[in-house]
């Protein structure tokens, strides 16, 4: 039963999708002249449409980022940036007898063997990883908008022969 609620709801957010869609598409098809609107533009469309209200379309240009940013650090000379230390001490607390110590120094992280290049592997699987999860996101959209969208033309269909049936009755 969980299943099958996890099933409906983005069937239903298709199907309305594809009705906001058919609105647009039939204003649009009512300004053209020329019928030259066929049903896999208008698919496309709707397809775009709903792609675009997707959270994963939302963050795709954030996760790009975050692996483009892996891969740029994977290319530094450095793992991390580096570090300026300054550390001062006096004996003026204890008996001022004009005691002073200033220590200045510079942290460079160093990558350990290999981490650079497994960094910068990981970064790219991370890349690939990005694109195909957008792709198989996108690939299911499109079966669920191209299934919703056909049952609308079947039960568009059987609607207007209905309607023919009943004037030549």
């Not at 699987?125 to 198989?136: D, G, H, Q, Y």
Request: hydrophobic share 45%; charged share 20%.
């Amino acid at each position: 039963m969980h299943l099958n609620e996890k099933r409906t709801a983005p069937f239903r957010l298709v199907l309305s999708v594809i009705a906001m869609s058919c609105g647009v598409l039939s204003a649009h098809a009512q300004d053209n002249t020329a019928a030259t609107t066929t049903g896999a533009a208008s698919l496309k469309e709707v397809f775009e449409t709903a792609w675009q209200r997707q959270p994963e379309a939302r963050a795709l240009q954030s996760r790009r980022d975050a692996a483009q940013a892996q891969a740029k650090a994977a290319g530094l000379l450095s793992p991390e940036a580096p570090s300026l230390e300054i550390s001062r001490r006096s004996d003026q607390a204890t008996g001022n007898n004009g005691v002073r110590e200033t220590e200045v120094g510079i942290a460079v992280p160093l990558w350990l063997p290999g981490q650079r290049t497994a960094s910068a592997e990981l970064a790219q699987a991370e890349i690939s990883f990005v694109e195909r999860r957008v792709l198989a996101s996108q690939l299911r959209l499109a079966s669920s908008v191209r299934d919703a969208w056909w049952s609308w033309q079947r039960a568009r269909v059987d609607a207007e022969l209905a309607r023919e049936q009943l004037t030549n009755a």
